[in-house]
């Protein structure tokens, strides 16, 4: 198990490395010039050559690429050019917004989808079936954004129950911060909720169709037993493995969900930092984002080898 | 066990968070909650031109010695009057008592200081040009300022009334761009990035009786749509921009809002490269102006609501003058024009705009539309803001824009010299205009400048180195019993002075 572990501890530093490269590679070749953009209207020569020389990029682009990495090695990302604030700040601070929202998507994702799907499976061909798989084909074919906004009509403008978005900040109690992140985690975690619903039944479908499932069912098991002692624990592994991508995709989704909600996560600063060719902040939620991605997969690779002792000796 | 007690515990907190004490209601009679749809770029007005800075700080934060009030009218502000003899050194002489946020008194010695920055080309103020007229500031006590001009300056007052001209203390300058210190009606006490900067209300404001709120904080909500359900949810009781057109009707229907349609200084504008075949010629562009239909194309694109341009001049500037029927719409005359200038079956045109702003596309495919009745076969190209800087409107160290044609909106107002800087994107060159452009810069006696801006105006029609559509209208929704929003847009302000809620 050891071993495991260190070898993928490997891979993601591998991983890792050509992430960095290619988000500096990408925020390179962004079209638009970012002083200009930064000083706008009013640009002239000299001022543009003062603030490309400001932001380093006079300088060759291995250079920059070094610099920018050795820096990041030692935990600073730089400084945002349109707050003037560090990076790693900025990312901390948003990060109370879109962290709780993702777990709480993720929360509702797999607290919704799970029971749904062994539910769909345990009643296959039967109406409790068509019902499930209904509303999860709903739930893949309305968009996040488009819930959102439905979501926001129905709950904040008509009933009037919670806030149409916003975030005041935890500052003002858990309970507050809790009911603003509400209906934006439903909106997010509406779509991989429907994806790991159905994914689960046809994982759980499979597993039931086996032997082993069989002999345990003629021994007299209790049937709660079967399903999640027998069935549901061998039914694991594509379940786990789609769901960790999906924690990925949640982290994504939530650039629009923010906007939509106008709440202050990275999203919306990744957002504007793109408009505004932030690019220190860009570089920055980038690189963090998709190290939390690779992290989260190579965890789930981990958890695979706890899951299913053939994969670590594999 | 796990599996079940999740879902519990989850739906139990959500029900828990549904019932939790109502959300604090927007509504308090002495608080308002304004949406804007961008958040500034630093709070600075002297180091960046973005008008959302302005919209925040100023007048709401800090003042010149001049104010546009809401009806474009210049009136005396931190300076209570000012003369001058020979229109070339202009003494200021200045309120007394009027104190920054800080508690210090407002001394000439902080005029001085403002203005020595802004003339100083290593400050980088974002409008230095409009300095250059100033050779010396000259502090004669401590509430008197004589500023000596190099050369007389038409619209050195105008300048002085900028939001580039923000009168701040000395001491506070290297906080400028997060914790801008003033003389006006608010305090910034608090800035969440990415979500609201909250002011305060100045309890030692010089103008008696105001400000009328405690506290206003500014909400950045981009989205029409999430400004749209904010507002009818009531979490915010003011969308001062980004509500579209489109929505106003509906809006009216709504007995818990208003809306305040009125005028601004945004004049939307299908540029033409100048520099580029067939738009070098005149025939070509007084085609493509007699073939729009503008009355269509603000129905189309605004629903109506603006008003037609004819030139570069809108309805907020007291030298406007209509000339909008001057290349009226005659599509019969424009294909006559474009077979004279050799275009007889007509030619292929690209239309470049960014859908950041999203009149620019609306306005391009009603034109496009037009366009194709006379031969003229524009398609059109979406381009990110970025490249449309770099592209179209050709920024150093850009040396040729790439261009057929281009849509948006030109905020500024007083920027007709546009048209007489040959470098311009617009790239028109014409000696003529320039000339006139320079003597109004220089006459100061008021029906004189007044002539000339009539002459521009007529000739801008007339050569037709642009098309101006029309005049972005302001529209902004409040809860009702809002009062004292600005109906007009004179300038770029948001001043919340004398907003209140009606008792």
Redesign the interface.
């Known amino acids: 198990m050891q071993r495991y572990i260190v070898r993928r501890v490997g891979a993601l530093a591998v991983t890792l490395f050509f992430v960095s490269l290619l988000v500096f590679v990408v925020v390179r070749v ?4 970012p002083a ?2 930064i ?7 000299d ?2 050559a ?1 603030v490309r020389q400001a932001l380093g990029l006079d300088q060759p682009v291995p250079v920059q690429y070094v610099q920018w990495v050795g820096h990041a090695l030692r935990g600073d990302l730089g400084r945002s050019i ?4 560090p990076v790693g700040a ?1 990312i901390l ?2 990060l109370n917004v879109t962290l709780p929202l993702t777990l709480l998507a993720a ?2 994702m ?3 989808a ?2 749904l799907g062994v539910f769909a499976a345990t009643r296959h061909r039967r109406w409790g079936d068509y019902l499930t798989m209904t509303l999860s084909q709903l739930g893949v074919a309305v968009p996040g954004f488009w819930a959102g ?1 439905l979501l ?2 129905l709950f ?2 008509r009933l ?8 005041d ?1 935890w500052g003002e109690g858990f ?2 911060g ?2 603003s992140l ?1 209906l934006p985690a439903i909106a997010l975690g509406l779509f991989q909720f429907a994806v790991l619903a159905r994914t689960t039944r046809s994982a759980v479908l499979e597993v039931l169709r086996e032997e082993y499932v069989k002999t345990a069912r003629a021994k007299g098991v209790a049937e709660g037993v079967v399903l ?1 002692r027998h069935a ?1 624990r061998n039914a694991l592994i594509p379940i786990v493995t789609v769901a960790g991508v999906q924690l990925g995709q949640l982290l994504a989704g939530s650039i629009i969900l923010e ?7 990275l999203g ?2 990744t957002l ?1 930092a793109i ?3 932030d690019l220190p902040v860009v570089q920055g939620v980038v690189l963090f984002v998709a190290s939390m991605i690779v992290t989260v997969n190579a965890a789930v690779d981990i958890l695979y080898g706890i899951l299913d002792p053939r994969i670590r000796y594999g | 066990m796990m ?1 079940v007690t ?2 519990i515990v ?1 739906a139990a ?2 029900a ?3 019932a ?1 004490p109502a ?1 604090v209601s927007a509504q308090n009679p002495t608080s308002l909650v304004v949406q804007v749809p961008t ?1 500034p ?2 709070l600075d007005m002297t180091s ?3 008008s959302a800075i302005a919209a925040v700080v100023f007048d709401n934060v800090q003042e010149g010695l001049i104010k546009i009030d809401r009806t474009g009218k210049m009136v005396p502000w931190l300076a209570e009057r000012w003369y001058t003899s020979d229109n070339k050194n202009y003494t200021f002489f200045l309120r007394k008592g009027v104190r920054f946020s800080n508690g210090r008194e407002m001394k000439a010695a902080d005029v001085k200081f403002a203005l020595d920055r802004a003339v100083n080309p290593e400050t ?1 103020h ?2 230095r040009v409009q300095y250059e007229a100033i050779q010396d500031v000259i502090q004669k006590d401590d509430y008197t300022v004589t500023v000596a001009l190099k050369k007389v300056d038409a619209t050195f007052l105008y300048t002085m009334a900028r939001q580039g001209s923000v009168i701040y203390p000395r001491e506070a300058v290297d906080t400028l ?2 914790q801008p210190i003033g003389t006006g009606p608010f305090t910034v006490s608090d800035w ?5 900067i909250v002011l305060l209300r100045n309890k030692d404001y010089w103008v008696k009786g105001l400000p009328k709120l405690d506290r206003v904080v500014f ?5 029409p ?2 400004t749209l ?2 507002i ?4 915010i009781d003011v969308s001062a921009f980004g509500i579209g057109p489109e929505s106003v009707d509906e809006l009216k229907k709504d007995a818990r809002l208003s809306v305040i349609v009125g005028d601004t200084t945004n004049d939307v504008t299908l540029s033409m490269n100048n520099s580029k075949k067939p738009y070098s010629d005149k025939r070509v562009r007084l085609a493509i102006t007699h073939a729009i239909n503008k009355d269509e194309v603000l129905k189309g694109a605004m629903f109506g609501y603006g008003k037609i341009l004819g030139s570069n001049v809108d309805p907020t500037n007291p030298y406007f003058v209509d000339v909008s029927k001057r290349v009226a719409y005659d599509p019969a005359k424009a294909k006559k024009l474009l077979a004279e200038a050799g275009y007889p079956n007509g030619f292929d045109a690209v239309f470049k705009v960014a859908p ?1 702003y999203y009149y620019t596309v609306r306005s391009a495919e009603v034109v496009a539309s037009q366009l194709a009745k006379v031969g003229i076969r524009a398609t059109i190209q979406q381009i ?4 449309w ?2 592209q179209v ?1 050709c ?3 850009c040396q040729t824009p790439d261009y057929d044609m281009s849509i948006i909106g030109h905020a500024e107002a007083w920027d007709i010299g546009n048209f007489a800087n040959p470098k311009y994107y617009f790239r028109w060159d014409s000696p003529e205009f320039q000339k006139i452009y320079q003597d109004s810069q220089v006459t100061v006696d008021d029906k004189s400048r007044r002539a000339l801006y009539v002459k521009m105006q007529e000739m801008l029609a007339d050569e037709a180195p642009a098309v101006w559509l029309y005049m972005h209208p302001r529209l902004v929704i409040t809860k009702k019993g809002v009062t004292g929003f600005w109906k007009d847009l004179p300038a770029p302000v948001q001043d919340l002075s004398e907003v209140a809620w009606q008792k």
Do not use: H
């Not at chain 1, 962004?30 to 010039?33: A, E, K, N, Q, Y």
């Not at chain 2, 969440?192 to 609201?196: A, H, S, T």
């Not at chain 2, 009818?232 to 979490?235: E, I, P, V």
């Open positions: 962004l079209p638009g010039d200009l953009i000083l706008g209207l009013e640009a002239n020569a001022s543009v003062r349109q707050y003037d604030l900025l601070s948003r929360g509702f797999i607290a919704a799970i029971p906004l926001i009509l904040s403008v009037g129950w919670v806030q149409s978005g916003g975030f900040g309970w507050r809790l009911r509400l999640f549901l906007s939509v909600f106008y709440l202050p996560g919306r600063l504007a408009s505004a060719r | 599996r999740t879902p989850i907190l959500c828990a968070a549904v939790a959300v958040e770029p630093g960046n031109p973005s980088k974002p409008y761009k997060s969440v990035r990415g979500d609201r909400r950045f909500i981009a989205d749509n999430s359900a904010a009818k949810s009531g979490d950041q990110e803001w970025g490249q800087l770099s409107f920024l150093a160290p």
